[in-house]
């Protein structure tokens, strides 16, 4: 049974730093990608970066700012998130799909993934 379990979430000041997890149980991630999506209130979710065993994606809006690893021992995946902005504010989901030969574009779509997590919230604020 696929399990997914966000953490790390939290208030932060602009500029700070905040360093998600993503705990993953059920599955070996080296045949998985992982994805990080983020969901502000009134918007869509959209995916913020994914990783897999070969590459890693990012959105534009994140590219520079965030960093997303694995650790394979640890079955999890963590999303480092530095110089963070007011608009950085969400509920961050992870989610898994089975593969790592897709396009960015695949990866980064909500509707690529059947496994989801239960989120985990990240405000910045002063």
């Known amino acids: 049974q696929v399990q997914l379990v966000e953490s790390g979430g939290g208030l932060v000041q602009p500029g700070g730093s905040l360093r998600l997890s993503c705990a993953a149980s059920?599955?070996?991630?080296?045949?998985?990608?992982i994805g990080w999506f983020r969901q502000a209130p009134g918007k869509e979710r959209e995916g913020v970066s994914c990783?897999?065993?070969?590459?890693?994606y990012y959105a534009d809006s994140v590219k520079g700012r965030f960093t997303i690893s694995r650790d394979g021992a640890k079955n999890t995946v963590y999303l480092q998130m530095n110089s963070l902005k007011p608009e950085d504010t969400a509920v961050y989901y992870c989610?898994?799909?089975?593969?790592?030969?897709?396009?960015?574009?695949?990866?980064?779509?909500?509707?690529?993934?059947?496994?989801w997590g239960q989120g985990t919230q990240v405000t910045v604020s002063s």
């Open positions: 989610a898994a799909v089975p593969g790592t030969h897709a396009s960015s574009s695949y990866y980064l779509s909500m509707k690529s993934y059947p496994h």
């Open positions: 059920g599955f070996t991630l080296d045949y998985y990608t």
């Open positions: 990783i897999n065993r070969r590459t890693t």
